[in-house]
Structure formats: C-alpha cells, structure tokens
C-alpha cells in the first residue's frame, strides 16, 4: 500500500521558516517523482515545488521561488519543502503527491499518489 505522510505544518509568523516534510512508504522512492501542492481555503489547489526521480532536477512555482527549496533524502524515503520568508498568502493545506516516471511538473493531474496534508497558517 502506497503512503504519503506529510508533516511539519503550523502556526508561524510572517517572515518565519517551517520545513515541511512528506515521507514515503509502498513505493520504491527512485523511481517516483514528488510534488507539493497547496490549497488555501475557497482556492483552487496549486502547484508548489517538484523533484524529480533521483532528485537531479527541482520546478519551483513563481510564487515560491527563492523563498522555499524542495529536496529529498533517499535513504529515508522522505521529501522536504523548507519555506523561508513566509507570507500570510502561503496559508494553506499543503499535500505532497508522487508520480511514476521521469515527469517534471506541477500539473495535479499527472500525480498518482497524494497525502492527507499538512496545514501551514502564517499570521500577519
């Protein structure tokens, strides 16, 4: 049975860190790659981040980008988002999903695997 366990969600400040993490388990971690998306209360769910398979290549949203980094430790089976310089419109459920293959992206559609979420609320 394929697992995905997202943790590390909460409640922090503007301007503050938290570092998500989504571990793995009923697949094998290198042939999959991951994403995180996210979905703020009346909002379409989004994409985020993504690493590929073997973790050569990371996709950020423009959104994101160089406020959060994605990366992986194989040998834990395990995934992070560390979301630096947070703003009151990150506030979401952050879900982490997986995907067979050398896809790279954040298109929800492509995923096959999805966590039951984190939730992220940064206050103003």
């Known amino acids: 049975e394929v697992q995905l366990v997202e943790s590390g969600g909460g409640l922090v400040q503007t301007g503050g860190s938290l570092r998500l993490s989504c571990a793995a388990s009923?697949?094998?971690?290198?042939?999959?790659?991951i994403g995180w998306f996210r979905q703020a209360p009346g909002k379409e769910r989004e994409g985020v981040s993504c690493i590929s398979r073997g973790a050569g290549s990371t996709y950020y949203a423009n959104s994101v980008k160089g406020r959060f980094t994605i990366s992986s430790d194989n040998a834990k089976n395990t995934v992070y988002l560390q979301m630096n310089s947070l703003k009151p419109e990150d506030t979401a459920v952050y879900y982490c999903a997986a995907v067979r293959g050398d896809y790279l992206g954040l298109s929800s559609t492509w995923y096959n695997y999805w966590g039951q979420g984190t939730l992220v609320t940064v206050s103003s």
């Open positions: 009923g697949i094998t971690f290198d042939d999959y790659a």
